[in-house]
């Protein structure tokens, strides 16, 4: 139950009561009013925005028509109050049925509050991480993942079919340098005297296995072919171990991937056949969205692949982007951007609806040649959606940390994941929005307090199981299953704080919505925090006025409702830290 999209259709109804005209003498048009809940919880329940974005196609003063629509509304039984704020925003207070209502609603559903009953939510796509395929990852790639996997799984509760997508970048140089750099490992593992990693290759200690694995099943072998011989023999063992690497540092952080696509696949030409990037040009030309012709030089830094010289080019400011795009240098090959074409193609055939990228924010200027590619590749069938996700600072009580030697130049994801462990680190690059900066310290995420967010949530969490646990053990003999607490006489939560706490039950679901709608996975962590915080002030209420306390023993079905209640608020927070991957334990130590 949607109380928000309820209420709304019953301001609508009111409106069409009143039976009004626009000047043309038509039905004003109600799609945008909204009843929303107010700023500021003493100006009642909920709002409506009703009379003042119909005045104007009225021809009538906001506030004339907003005592019009408040003498309709005064007959809805569940609307016990009304109030024209301002010039002419209508203020509502519900009867208490109304929340009963609603927690009757999350006592049936339990985990399914919030999800869409039925959904024709588009097929979609999320593609994010991503990193190239040349060492573990490392701290700069823990956000894009964080984010991207959290906003899968909103998409996924809001009813959509979603993949989770992963692109390897194995068809660059980087690839080949990853494989001299394992050749040199594999020599010293030979017992070679290596010295200091030469420049251009990569330096980290991840490597040494790779070379003790080819010493293993190659022996000395390798040594003695020359190396356009071993180079592909240990690029596919590099590429594969590093593969291996990835998965299981994206497994610490419980990030999982249903799909891991080669970029290399795009270049491939089976049995003489054309690729795909052959197959997405002809594609481009067929629309006349191809040319042969130059380009000026990018302000700022050129790019190492810009030539001043005639390349097949995309036409790629016809569809919002700030210049045309090359495809295909001078010389014949093709550019990166290229197979990044060729990659959105090959979505769009498989049938996504909507493709979401979640890139680092270094990938700045991509979001309008990606989108510039959507909307030619599909003449605008698809919505391409890109998320940015701002750099994370690691600190220690405030200092910077330092440097990693196992990577040789940076620090690893799994060196943040094994101190902290998957829930903290997944919560607080949750609790800030993807474009705005993060300040992640290992202390302050550790900490068992109210400061800390991940913890006052799971504290929440944690709280009503162990209230659950208390009545089992004051109320021995009493029915504590689900179909007991549904059964419950909820009338009789009264209280004010217990109407609060449902009243932000409520909001769950429009949250769902609105988070999945606007692709923003953090909101669901800023609406946990806020749940959390009410329960947690009305438990401490509770200590000081005894009458308040969810258990009561002297009163069963009174403390059948709190139980109820607490039921319910338990199942919401679960619901909510599913969603960004965070567990919800039933007791902290």
């Known amino acids: 139950m949607n109380i928000f999209a309820d209420f709304t259709l019953r301001v609508k109804n009111a409106l069409q009561a009143i039976d009004l005209k626009d000047a043309s003498g038509a039905a004003p048009d109600l799609s945008r009013v909204v009843v929303e809940a107010p700023?500021?919880?003493?100006?009642?329940?909920?709002?409506?925005?009703?009379?003042?974005?119909?005045?104007?196609?009225?021809?009538?003063?906001?506030?004339?028509?907003a005592e019009q629509l408040v003498v309709k509304l005064d007959e809805d039984p569940d609307i016990t109050e009304t109030a024209i704020a301002g010039p002419g925003f209508i203020n509502m207070r519900v009867a208490p049925a109304v929340w009963h209502r609603v927690l009757g609603d999350v006592l049936a559903l339990r985990d399914q509050f919030g999800a869409p009953a039925q959904s024709s939510a588009p097929k979609v796509n999320v593609e994010y991480v991503s990193a190239n395929p040349t060492g573990p990852m490392h701290v700069g790639h823990i956000r894009g993942a964080v984010v991207g996997d959290a906003l899968a799984n909103l998409l996924t509760y809001a009813g959509n079919l979603v993949v989770k997508e992963y692109y390897i970048n194995d068809a660059g140089s980087q690839i080949e340098t990853l494989a001299r750099s394992a050749f040199l490992r594999y020599r010293e593992a030979l017992g070679e005297e290596i010295g200091v990693i030469p420049n251009g290759l990569y330096p980290g200690d991840y490597l040494k296995p790779v070379g003790?694995?080819?010493?293993?099943?190659?022996?000395?072998s390798l040594q003695e072919k020359d190396e356009s011989d071993w180079l592909p023999i240990v690029k596919e063992r590099a590429m594969a171990a590093m593969l291996d690497l990835i998965r299981e540092d994206l497994a610490a952080l419980g990030v999982s991937h249903e799909v891991f696509f080669?970029?290399?696949?795009?270049?491939?030409?089976?049995?003489?056949?054309?690729?795909?990037?052959?197959?997405?040009?002809?594609?481009?030309?067929?629309?006349?969205?191809?040319?042969?012709?130059?380009?000026?030089p990018p302000k700022g830094q050129v790019p190492d692949d810009w030539e001043d010289r005639e390349q097949t080019l995309f036409r790629a400011s016809d569809f919002g982007d700030d210049t045309d795009r090359a495809l295909k240098k001078s010389d014949g090959s093709y550019t990166y951007f290229a197979a990044d074409v060729a990659y959105f193609q090959d979505k769009f055939e498989r049938g996504f609806q909507e493709t979401i990228?979640?890139?680092?924010?270094?990938?700045?200027?991509?979001?309008?040649r990606l989108q510039a590619v959507g909307k030619a590749i599909s003449d605008g069938k698809t919505?391409?959606?890109?998320?940015?996700?701002?750099?994370?600072?690691?600190?220690?009580?405030?200092e910077p940390v330092?440097?990693?030697?196992r990577s040789g130049d940076f620090i690893t994801l799994r060196e943040v994941v094994d101190e902290v462990g998957s829930d903290p680190v997944r919560f607080m690059m949750l609790f800030r929005k993807n474009d705005a900066p993060l300040d992640f310290d290992f202390k302050k995420v550790t900490e068992q307090s109210k400061d800390n967010p991940v913890f006052y949530v799971q504290y929440g969490h944690a709280r009503c199981c162990s209230v659950m646990r208390e009545a089992n053990e004051k109320l021995a003999g009493l029915d504590l299953s689900d179909n007991s607490l549904n059964a419950a006489d909820l009338t009789l939560l009264e209280d004010s704080g217990e109407l609060e706490l449902i009243a932000k039950m409520a909001?769950?679901?429009?949250?769902?919505?609105?988070?999945?709608?606007t692709h923003e996975p953090h909101r669901i962590a800023f609406y946990l925090h806020d749940l959390a915080s009410s329960l947690h002030s009305h438990w401490n209420k509770g200590k000081d006025l005894p009458h308040l306390r969810f258990i009561i023993p002297g009163n069963v079905?009174?403390?059948?409702?709190?139980?109820?209640?607490?039921?319910?608020?338990?199942?919401?927070?679960?619901?909510?830290?599913?969603?960004?991957?965070?567990?919800?334990?039933?007791?902290?130590?």
């Open 212 to 220: 003790a694995q080819l010493k293993e099943e190659f022996g000395v």
């Open 262 to 296: 080669s970029e290399k696949s795009l270049h491939e030409r089976a049995n003489g056949n054309e690729s795909r990037i052959d197959h997405m040009l002809d594609g481009l030309r067929s629309k006349g969205l191809v040319y042969e012709g130059t380009l000026p």
């Open 557 to 589: 079905k009174l403390t059948l409702a709190r139980l109820a209640l607490v039921r319910g608020i338990s199942s919401v927070i679960s619901s909510g830290l599913a969603i960004l991957g965070v567990n919800a334990p039933e007791e902290m130590r």
């Open 357 to 368: 990228y979640v890139l680092g924010a270094d990938h700045g200027g991509y979001a309008k």
């Open 402 to 405: 330092k440097m990693s030697k």
């Open 507 to 517: 909001e769950w679901p429009k949250l769902v919505a609105a988070a999945a709608e």
């Open 39 to 65: 700023r500021d919880p003493a100006h009642g329940d909920f709002a409506t925005n009703a009379a003042m974005v119909l005045a104007k196609p009225l021809g009538m003063k906001p506030r004339d028509l």
């Open 383 to 398: 919505d391409v959606i890109v998320r940015f996700c701002q750099l994370v600072k690691l600190m220690r009580d405030g």
